[in-house]
C-alpha cells in the first residue's frame, strides 16, 4: 500500500505531516513534487496489463522508486509541472514541454484512478467544484444560507443590482492572484467594499467580469475544514484590525495566532456535508460570516485549500484525518471512474 502525494517542492509542511501520519499508519506515502518534472523525475506509464488489473510503470526521483501498482491512494494538493524546463528555452520548444509533461502527470492520475487507486480529489472533480456559482446554487439548495450575489461584466447590471442592496456590495475574483508593481511586489487582489465612485466608473468590466456579493456585518469569520465525515471549524475576529474588516487575509500573518475552535451549529454542519456530497469531495476548505445576529453565512468552499496554520493554532487535526482518509480508515465520498 502507498499514497502517493502530488505537490512541489515548496510546499509548506502540510504535505510533511499527512506524509508523516500516512506513515503513522503503516502505509507508504511517496511524495512526486511536480516542479521536478521531467528535468529530475521519471514517469514511466506503460499500456500493457499489469497484475490484478493495475497500471504498469514507475515513478522515480528524489523519493526513490515507485511501482504504480503498489499505490492505492493518491493525494492531490499543489501542481507546478515543468517549473524547472530552462526558462531560456525557445519559447516554440518550451511551451509544448510544459503542456507534454502536465498531460503525463495528469494522465498517471487518472489511470491510477481509472484502475482502482483511491484519489482526494480527482481532478476533474475537483475543477467541477471551484465553479463559485455551482458552490452558491448548491449550498442554497441543501438549505445553507448565502449572500445575495451578482457574476456580471455589465455595468448596468451591476449598478441595478447595487441600487437593491441598501447596506451595500462588496467585489471579489473567482481565483485567487496577486499582480505585481514596478518594484516587483505582490498585490494580492482582496476583497473590496464598492463605493459610489466605483458604481461610476464600472467600464474595465469589458475587460474582466468580476463577483458583486450583499456586503454583510461580521461578528467573525469562519474557516471550517472537512476532511471525510470530520467537520473542524475555527473562528477568527476579523473586525479587531482595521485593515482586515473586509477580508481577513489582508492581515493573516498578524491574525496567525488568534484563530480558535468553533463549535459549528448541527444545522450547518450538516448543510456542509450536504454540500461535500453534492460535490462530491473528500476534502474542502469552507469560508463563513457569522453576523451578529448569529446567522452563519456561506461564501465559498476551496476544494484544495490551505490549512497549514490551523495545524498550529488552533491545533486542529487536519493532518490526521487526511491520513484516515487515504488509508481507508474513515469514511470517503468515492465515484469510481467508469469505463466509456
Same mark, same amino acid.
Given at each position: 500500500m502507498t499514497v502517493l502525494i502530488i505537490t512541489r517542492s515548496d510546499d509548506?509542511?502540510?504535505?510533511?505531516?499527512?506524509a508523516a501520519a500516512v506513515e503513522a499508519r503503516g502505509v507508504r506515502a511517496y511524495r512526486l513534487d511536480t516542479d521536478l518534472y521531467p528535468t529530475e523525475l521519471r514517469i514511466s506509464i506503460a499500456?500493457?496489463?499489469?497484475e490484478r488489473g493495475r497500471p504498469h510503470g514507475h515513478v522515480a526521483g528524489p523519493a526513490g522508486e515507485l511501482s504504480l501498482a503498489d499505490v492505492t491512494a493518491v493525494y492531490y494538493r499543489r501542481f507546478n509541472v515543468g517549473a524547472r524546463i530552462p526558462v531560456d528555452l525557445d519559447r516554440q520548444l518550451r511551451a509544448p514541454s510544459v503542456e507534454e509533461s502536465r498531460r503525463v502527470v495528469h494522465g498517471l492520475m487518472a489511470v491510477l484512478g481509472a484502475t482502482g487507486a483511491f484519489a482526494?480529489?480527482?481532478?476533474?472533480?475537483v475543477r467541477r467544484?471551484?465553479?463559485k456559482s455551482l458552490q452558491l446554487a448548491l449550498a442554497r439548495r441543501v438549505g445553507l444560507e448565502v449572500p445575495r450575489t451578482l457574476v456580471s461584466n455589465d455595468p448596468a447590471a451591476v449598478r441595478v443590482f447595487a441600487a437593491a442592496v441598501p447596506a451595500g456590495i462588496?467585489?471579489?475574483?473567482?481565483?485567487?492572484?496577486?499582480?505585481y508593481d514596478e518594484a516587483g511586489r505582490e498585490q494580492v487582489v482582496f476583497t473590496n467594499p464598492v463605493s459610489d465612485a466605483d458604481l461610476a466608473d464600472l467600464e474595465g468590466l469589458d475587460l474582466c467580469p468580476m463577483t458583486f456579493q450583499e456586503r454583510l456585518e461580521k461578528a467573525c469569520e469562519l474557516r471550517v475544514t472537512v476532511v471525510g465525515d470530520r467537520v473542524m471549524a475555527a473562528s477568527i475576529d476579523s473586525q479587531a484590525l482595521p485593515r482586515a474588516r473586509n477580508d481577513w487575509r489582508r492581515e493573516g500573518v498578524a491574525l496567525l495566532d488568534a484563530w480558535k /475552535?468553533?463549535?459549528? +451549529? $448541527?444545522?450547518?454542519?450538516r448543510g456542509t456535508l450536504a454540500l461535500m456530497d453534492a460535490l462530491g469531495l473528500n476534502y474542502g476548505a469552507f469560508d463563513f460570516i457569522v453576523t451578529p445576529e448569529g446567522r452563519h453565512v456561506f461564501l465559498e468552499v476551496n476544494p484544495v485549500g490551505e490549512f497549514m496554520w490551523l495545524l498550529h493554532t488552533p491545533g486542529l487535526?487536519?493532518?490526521?484525518?487526511l491520513a484516515d482518509v487515504l488509508c481507508?480508515?474513515?469514511?470517503?465520498?468515492? /465515484?469510481?471512474?467508469? +469505463? $466509456?
Open positions: 509548506n509542511e502540510s504535505s510533511t505531516r499527512v499500456d500493457a496489463p499489469g482526494l480529489d480527482r481532478l476533474d472533480v467544484a471551484e465553479h462588496v467585489t471579489k475574483m473567482m481565483a485567487s492572484f496577486a499582480v /475552535r468553533y463549535e459549528l +451549529p $448541527a444545522d450547518v454542519q487535526p487536519i493532518d490526521e484525518a481507508d480508515r474513515a469514511v470517503r465520498r468515492w /465515484r469510481p471512474v467508469e +469505463p $466509456a
